[in-house]
T-cell receptor, first 111, second 114 residues
Framework: EADIYQTPRYLVIGTGKKITLECSQT?????MYWYQQDPGMELHLIHY???????EKGDLSSESTVSRIRTEHFPLTLESARPSHTSQYLC??????????FGPGTRLTVT | KQEVTQIPAALSVPEGENLVLNCSFT??????LQWFRQDPGKGLTSLLL?????REQTSGRLNASLDKSSGRSTLYIAASQPGDSATYLC?????????????FGSGTRLQVQP
């Protein structure tokens, strides 16, 4: 069983607000990822990290930013939320090239 | 650019049936392949991981095969149960970069009728 946590699980927020989605893993994994999934659609990579102080943008363009100051923590921030950001955000981690584990996701709705 | 396709998109079967879910990918240069289960509104649960050098993996009633050269994988579910109802996702891990991110198919939505 993977130990990867995301908070909040659900968030409804107004346009223009700044939000941070939290992701933490207790497995000491080096690689961490953020994926975005619209309802009924595929997951797409928006950010990843090789390790502390290493972050890169993924394949799907996103206005969000990430940071990796500690191995276990990989938060995602939206400076000014818009309705187009409404989606499910899934955090994942893996050690090397092993199995990738996912958190429960954050369902974001921007009104 | 890697593309992953899953067929069928949806499947409804009576309880007890054996079933096969199909996954195909366009670039055979993969590091490994994972099958996941996703329940509505939830995250992903890893079911099976097959390394590129392997042909199959088994876990309980699940068996996944991989034919890397032809770009195909199948997930076999034996004696299906209503609790198996979920969306099943196939994902391949890229080989060429060190990031080992996953490229996902759009999933097969399975409904097992009691």
């Amino acid at each position: 069983e993977a130990d990867i946590y995301q908070t909040p699980r659900y968030l409804v927020i107004g346009t223009g607000k700044k939000i941070t989605l939290e992701c933490s893993q207790t497995m000491g994994h080096d690689k961490m990822y953020w994926y975005q999934q619209d309802p009924g659609m595929e997951l797409h990579l928006i950010h990843y990290s090789y390790g502390v102080n290493s972050t890169e943008k993924g394949d799907l363009s996103s206005e969000s930013t990430v940071s990796r100051i500690r191995t276990e923590h990989f938060p995602l921030t939206l400076e000014s939320a818009r309705p187009s950001h409404t989606s499910q955000y899934l955090c994942a981690s893996r050690q090397g090239s092993n199995e990738q584990y996912f958190g429960p996701g954050t369902r974001l709705t921007v009104t | 650019k890697q593309e992953v396709t899953q067929i069928p998109a949806a499947l409804s079967v009576p309880e007890g049936e054996n079933l096969v879910l199909n996954c195909s990918f366009t670039d055979s240069a993969i590091y490994n392949l994972q099958w996941f289960r996703q329940d509505p509104g939830k995250g992903l649960t890893s079911l099976l991981l097959i390394q590129s050098s392997q042909r199959e993996q088994t876990s309980g009633r699940l068996n996944a095969s991989l034919d890397k050269s032809s770009g195909r994988s199948t997930l076999y579910i034996a004696a299906s149960q209503p609790g198996d109802s979920a969306t099943y996702l196939c994902a391949v891990s890229e080989m060429d970069t060190g990031r080992r991110a996953l490229t996902f198919g759009s999933g097969t939505r399975l409904q097992v009728q009691p």
